[in-house]
Nanobody
Framework: VQLQASGGGLVQAGGSLRLSCAAS????????MGWYRQAPGKERELVAN???????DYSDSVKGRFTINRDNAKNTVYLQMNSLKPEDTAVYYC?????????WGKGTQVTVSS
């Protein structure tokens, strides 16, 4: 499974960005897709996840500001990030999970200036 992420960048506090991640390859069996992030000096943490059935899970720090959705026909997951804060600055990683394995895309940098 290959994951191609896009959409990171630099934005001012209060602004918005949209991340996209397209899965390709042997995607049969993939259930959950989502986003994690890692800030300098911190551990990687879950941002949001969505199952193939549409069930979502969010980190408390992004609830009400971020929205994850998924286009199963395109094998693509999106993360709409609104009301961005400087503390959202991190490298964001796309993740896809089956029962047996986790797959990771290359990270995309999100920088929020104050």
């Amino acid at each position: 499974v290959q994951l191609q992420a896009s959409g990171g960048g630099l934005v001012q506090a209060g602004g918005s960005l949209r991340l996209s991640c397209a899965a390709s390859g042997s995607i049969f069996g993939i259930n959950g897709m989502g986003w994690y992030r890692q800030a300098p000096g911190k551990e990687r943490e879950l941002v949001a996840n969505i199952t193939s059935g549409g069930r979502t899970d969010y980190s408390d720090s992004v609830k009400g500001r971020f929205t994850i959705n998924r286009d199963n026909a395109k094998n693509t997951v999106y993360l709409q990030m609104n009301s961005l804060k400087p503390e959202d600055t991190a490298v964001y990683y796309c993740n896809a999970a089956s029962q047996l394995e986790d797959y990771w895309g290359k990270g995309t940098q999100v920088t929020v200036s104050s």
